[in-house]
């Protein structure tokens, strides 16, 4: 590995199999199952400084570093886990995970059903983001961590933090939520079931099972990921990477591209539907759509947040109208009503719900403030 | 985390008249210096509201519970009374509806305190006859680029208080870091005040 030049250098990621059974919340349960993971800096003698990072709806386990067939392209959250960097894995020990229906590697869809001995396809049950954090636990035993120092994710990877919290408060510290939210609203459902329309919708998805039919529903995971990159960016973010540019000096009259905007988004989407599972999409949307701590508690995320020991750090970002800043604010308010340490960064940054994988220094600067503090705490 | 500097001497006059053991609220509570001076030394349970990225920052940095906020959202992400003291610092001067603070203030705990630099004093008087907006070194700010847009007076500020219906409890005033009694209304550069809801 390169140490001290701000990256974990090259990276080899780790297929950990669980052969118990894990019951999900739908009722249903899976006999056995992989995830893949990858870790990065050393895990102290103590076991106190380990750091799980969660991602949200396309990434992986790939967290930081590169992979050695393909140096060319660095983990997702790389700017912010490496030497030197906000997470540091000079001083934190950070697991990366794939979560269970993903297409990483990970037992999910596109995986052999034991059973039938095809991939699973449409039969893969509907998880949540509870199932996946009792998957994560299971991941936690068998690295022999009993407590993470924190679990951090942006977006639903910070709904699982979140989830961590409430589900076993015993086993974090510190919870780290990047531009999330308390459960989607209606409008982010309705996007959700846009992109999933359009995936359903392409004649190549066969009802799920598109792996027996050697055919991939491309086209309908290119509109899904279009619409999802829609919301992820800033109205003003796109208004001035794109504005108005156009391919040609002047109008062509036809439907090709003719707008820049247009040339990104079916870059965007071209390339999306290259390497992602259409069902993984749908399940993945589907737990989003699903997480709601409060449901069982008639809405009440104070109650809902009641059973939480961890400290935590909430992060919005200003131009974010997918998981805007109030949304953010309503995760504060339940912990100070719950009379939790929390503290809230509401950062002015320009890219919309992105910002969180991008490095705004302010953003970056406030995250580094706090696993410091973290760190000082591990050493005392 | 170590705060062996000294408090500023408006911070320690607040600190003294916080109850040992109390939930705290600082409104514009800066670097959180305050803050970590009552988690260390009178073991309060507190958070606070700053706007400031790099403030912000320095809070987070001493695991101190920060909300980044203005003041008008931040307070109202609290419930009614509960705090035992929130604290509003040398930031009175700077909001925009001094009337509706005091009043949430009010609302969110049983003890507030707020100090202020006094604009009453002599030497901004000889400045206003000397026909210019003073200068000072506690308001170090041009009129036409300054934060402070409600300056007042001892007497300004006692009868704001009064008309939103607090008791006043303990004031205590002070220049050039040193306690005042003697023509307290010209000669304090600093005021603190100490009030309850009735």
New interface residues.
């Given amino acids: 590995m390169d140490s001290g030049t701000g990256s974990v250098g090259v990276v080899t990621p780790q297929v950990i199999r669980f052969n118990s059974p894990l019951k999900l919340s739908s009722g249903a349960s899976i006999d056995g199952y992989s995830l893949m993971i990858e870790a990065y800096g050393k895990l102290n003698v103590d076991h106190t400084n380990a750091v799980l990072i969660c991602h949200a709806l396309n990434a992986s386990h790939h967290v930081a570093g590169v992979h050695a067939e393909d140096p060319s392209v660095p983990g997702w959250w790389d700017n912010m886990v490496g030497p030197g960097k906000p997470v540091d894995t000079d001083r934190f020990f950070v697991v990366g995970v794939n979560n269970l229906g993903s297409c990483f590697g990970s037992t999910g869809p596109m995986s052999l059903d034991p059973a039938s001995g095809r991939p699973y396809g449409a039969s893969f049950p509907v998880v949540t983001v509870e199932d996946w954090v009792n998957a994560q636990v299971r991941l936690a035993d068998m690295l022999g961590i009993k407590r993470w120092a924190a679990v951090m994710g942006g977006s639903l990877g910070g709904m699982q933090a979140l989830s961590w919290t409430i589900q076993y408060p015993e086993r974090i510290a510190h919870c780290v939520a990047i531009a999330s939210a308390p459960k989607l609203s209606a409008q982010n459902i309705a996007f959700n079931e846009v992109a999933r329309t359009a995936i359903r919708s392409d004649p190549d998805f066969h009802g799920g099972d598109y792996y027996a039919h050697a055919t991939v529903p491309k086209r309908g995971l290119r509109v899904a990921r279009m619409i999802g990159h829609i919301t992820y960016l800033s109205g003003e973010d796109m208004a001035e990477k794109f504005g108005r540019a156009m391919r040609e000096a002047d109008y062509q009259f036809h439907y090709e591209i003719e707008f820049e905007v247009e040339r990104y988004l079916r870059y965007q989407g071209d390339k999306f539907s290259e390497y992602f599972d259409a069902n993984t999409y749908l399940l993945i949307t589907r737990a989003l759509d699903y997480f709601d701590p409060a449901k069982e508690l008639g809405g009440d995320l104070v109650a809902a947040l009641a059973p939480a020991r961890a400290?935590f750090?909430i992060g919005a970002f200003t131009t974010d109208w997918r998981f805007p800043p109030a949304r953010s604010?309503e995760i504060?308010?339940a912990l100070?009503?719950n009379?939790r340490?929390?503290?809230?960064?509401?950062?002015?940054a320009p890219h919309g719900h992105d910002a969180f994988l991008l490095d705004d220094p302010?953003y970056h600067?406030?995250v580094k403030?706090?696993f410091?503090?973290i760190a000082?705490?591990i050493s005392r | 985390?170590s705060t062996a500097r000294p408090l500023r001497i408006d911070l320690q006059q607040i600190a003294d008249w916080v109850r040992p053991e109390g939930r705290v609220l600082d409104l514009g509570c800066g670097d959180g210096t305050l803050l970590a001076y009552l988690r260390e030394f009178k073991r309060c349970?507190g958070?606070g509201v700053e706007i400031n990225?790099d403030q912000?920052?320095?809070?987070?940095?001493?695991?101190?519970?920060?909300?980044?906020?203005n003041l008008d959202a931040g307070l109202r992400?609290?419930?009614d009374a509960?705090f035992d003291t929130v604290v509003l610092s040398q930031t009175l001067q700077a909001v925009h509806n001094a009337e509706s603070i005091l009043r949430e203030m009010a609302r969110v705990a049983r003890q507030g305190v707020v100090s202020f630099p006094n604009f009453g004093h002599w030497k901004h008087a000889a400045s206003l006859l000397a026909g210019r907006m003073p200068v000072t070194r506690d308001i170090p700010f041009q009129w036409y680029d300054t934060p402070n847009i409600h300056l007042c007076t001892l007497k300004d500020f006692e009868d704001l208080v009064a008309k939103v219906g607090l008791n006043i409890t303990g004031r205590a005033l002070f220049a050039d870091g040193q306690p005042i009694d003697v023509l307290p209304a010209l000669r304090a550069t600093l005021a603190v005040y100490r009030f309850e809801t009735r």
């Fill in positions: 400290k750090l604010r504060v308010e100070i009503d009379g340490d929390v503290a809230y960064a509401e950062i002015d302010r600067r406030v403030a706090y410091d503090n000082r705490e | 985390m349970h958070y990225d912000v920052a320095e809070c987070v940095r001493s695991g101190i519970n920060v909300i980044q906020s992400m609290f419930a509960m």
